[in-house]
């Protein structure tokens, strides 16, 4: 690799800044198209992710350079055969590659690539820059112009970048794949009565359902609970404990409150590639309550005749399990029936007397 100028390394170093704050691979391959052109010019600006077992390719490109649906097909007619492809598939560290790299421009202008595909887009120069090359995927950017060839300082600056690129793209893959596996540990904890409490690194609280501000409120009293709060000083005291000396997040003990209205579960779960964030699951499991014909309540019954023994309304019942108005009240129903009782105020009534019971046997 050659040596940057003084000016090349701040147009570099600018343009890594300008799309690191990219938090996917779309907005990634949006902004590092529309900057890079800008450091090195390009008629035509490209991240190309080619599928090296199928041999197709997916493309991103600038509002106005767009290639058409026929433009890609003539593409990947020759894909196995482009001398870019071959190269990189060969050498996953080679680095920017220009076409005039692999062929004189007299096997270039007589190729059928060249006939099929880069004379239809008005295009005879071109160069790579591999941002991954693993297992059937090849990511690049790639940059096309007309006439003039990449000289040796644009390869330098572009060999340069080629490692930034990669580790850049490599992060936001990463975050997206965190994010969505955040969100099936939502779908799936959510099915099973948890709610999730997102902290940042110093263990404030910076996403706070209704549902679990509610449960922790009850089962840590006189201590408010709000975003970019602290947590109690319980469950502060837990997850400090618990992670001291880098024990393994898997072996973390859950923590149990005791609650006027049952008790309530917390669990811990590190957020990968976020530095020490933590997603705190949270599950209120109210008392089991035996019903006049000797069964028991399901959860759900349980959980919302508890709020509503707390003096909670219908709807606020709602946004608290999240459910709909009208599914809490045909809960409702299905508690009076087992506990033979007509209506909320004597299920209130019965609901704090087995509570007051259960707290007197205890």
């Given at each position: ?131 991954l090359v693993s297992g059937a995927t090849l990511v690049s950017f790639v ?125 811990a779960v590190p957020e990968f590639g976020n530095g020490l964030a933590w ?52 809960h409702l129903e299905h508690v009076y029936v087992k506990l033979g009782v ?21």
């Amino acid at each position: 690799m050659g040596q940057l100028s003084r000016q090349a390394g701040k147009d570099a170093a600018g343009f890594l800044r300008a799309i690191g704050a990219a938090r996917d691979p779309a907005a990634f391959a949006r902004a590092g198209v529309a900057a890079l052109p800008g450091i090195v010019p390009s008629e035509l600006t490209t991240l190309s992710v080619c599928d090296l077992a199928t041999g197709r390719r997916r493309v991103v490109g600038n509002p106005g350079e767009a290639l058409t649906p026929g433009d890609i097909a003539a593409f990947d007619r020759h894909f196995f055969l482009h001398p870019l492809v071959r190269f990189h598939r060969g050498h996953p560290r080679g680095g920017a590659h220009r076409i005039s790299d692999s062929l004189t421009a007299a096997e270039f202008r007589n190729s059928a690539l060249y006939s099929d595909y880069y004379r239809r887009i008005g295009i005879d120069r071109a160069v790579a820059v591999p941002i991954l090359v693993s297992g059937a995927t090849l990511v690049s950017f790639v940059l096309n112009r007309k006439g003039r060839d990449f000289s040796d300082d644009e390869i330098t600056l572009l060999d340069w970048l080629c490692g930034g690129l990669s580790d850049l793209y490599r992060n936001v893959i990463e975050l997206q794949r965190a994010v969505a596996a955040m969100a099936e540990l939502r779908t799936i904890a959510e099915a099973d009565g948890w709610t999730l409490v997102r902290l940042d690194g110093e263990r404030r609280v910076r996403d706070l359902p209704a549902r679990a501000a509610v449960v922790l409120a009850d089962a840590c009293p006189g201590r408010g609970l709000r975003s970019g709060g602290p947590l109690p000083p319980a469950i502060d005291a837990w997850l400090r404990r618990s992670t001291a000396g880098g024990a393994p997040w898997l072996a973390l003990p859950p923590l149990v409150l005791a609650a006027p209205r049952g008790r309530v579960t917390l669990r811990a779960v590190p957020e990968f590639g976020n530095g020490l964030a933590w997603t705190l699951l949270v599950r209120h499991e109210p008392c089991q309550r035996t019903a006049a014909g000797g069964g028991t309540l399901t959860r759900r019954e349980q959980e919302i005749l508890a709020w509503v023994a707390a003096g909670k309304a219908d709807r606020q019942i709602a946004a608290i399990v999240g459910s709909s108005v009208r599914t809490v009240q045909k809960h409702l129903e299905h508690v009076y029936v087992k506990l033979g009782v007509e209506n909320r105020t004597a299920a209130a009534m019965r609901a704090r007397a087995d509570a007051a019971g259960q707290s007197v046997g205890r």
